[in-house]
């Protein structure tokens, strides 16, 4: 807290992001608020007045008007005031620029505003997080945000973001047709049953999962991809198009292709 000699507390240290040249104005026009009076608080009303009338060099300033009517009521010219120090009493050693000013308070707040996620609901059919603050979704992590990344080569956080804390799928492919659809569960339990029946030795486990196009599993491989991919090739293949995955263990290989 600053004290002025003349009683009265500033409550704060102003600082205006915009209408800075209407904000100082309007100090030096405290003025007009001690005498009850309207006065015009245009700004550059001074230099408007000048170059349409060139002719009348007798026009005063705009700070002699006003700075006069400060005067007027024990003000200093300029509108700058000696304060003292609310800690030790001390008179500052520099002069204020102060005044009465008129605000708003913007009303947008940070408690309506902040939108946190850690885990939460997922899209049924995309099985990414949701959408909405409300719900607790989380906030869309777009082509243009995956570009900045990119441009700061943080490329492991984008894998991060938009696969492993994401729509992080293993999906099972068929290395023999490349299709990532037509992978199904087999039962194991029966395949066992029908060994015990034949009296055959009890052979390897089977893999659990085998192509429907090619009546193997021996060419099934796990491939970690986004789930929306699985969803791509699902929607392609209800257009009547195929998407074929060229597996590859080195990954220098072609990974994927469309057909
Ligand atoms: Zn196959």
Do not use: W
């Amino acid at each position: 807290m600053i004290l002025s000699f003349i009683p009265k507390f500033p409550t704060l240290n102003f600082k205006p992001t915009r209408g800075i040249y209407a904000y100082i104005l309007m100090f030096i026009l405290q003025g007009g608020s001690l005498r009850g009076e309207f006065v015009d608080a245009t700004p550059f009303r001074d230099a408007v007045k000048k170059t349409r009338c060139k002719e009348d060099s007798k026009s005063s300033l705009l700070v002699d008007d006003l700075g006069s009517m400060l005067k007027q009521k024990g003000f200093n010219h300029y509108g700058t005031e000696t304060l003292y120090s609310g800690y030790l009493g001390v008179e500052l050693k520099c002069e204020i620029f102060m005044g009465p000013v008129y605000y708003q308070r913007l009303r947008h707040m940070v408690s309506d505003k902040f939108q946190v996620r850690s885990t939460g609901m997922v899209d049924q059919v995309t099985r990414q997080p949701i959408k909405g603050r409300r719900r607790g979704g989380g906030i869309r992590f777009g082509e243009m945000e995956r570009d900045s990344l990119l441009a700061h080569g943080a490329s492991y956080l984008l894998h991060d973001r938009l696969h492993t804390s994401s729509d992080h799928h293993i999906a099972d492919v068929c290395s023999l047709c490349g299709s990532l659809l037509t992978s199904s569960v087999l039962n194991v339990q029966q395949k066992k049953l029908i060994r015990e029946i034949g009296n055959l030795p009890p052979g390897r486990t089977p893999k659990k999962v085998t192509c429907d196009s090619c009546k193997t599993s021996k060419g099934m491989e796990t491939v970690a991809m986004p789930y929306v991919f699985r969803y791509l090739a699902a929607e392609l293949a209800s257009m009547n198009i195929k998407l074929t995955l060229q597996l590859s263990n080195s990954g220098e290989g072609i990974d994927s292709e469309g057909v």
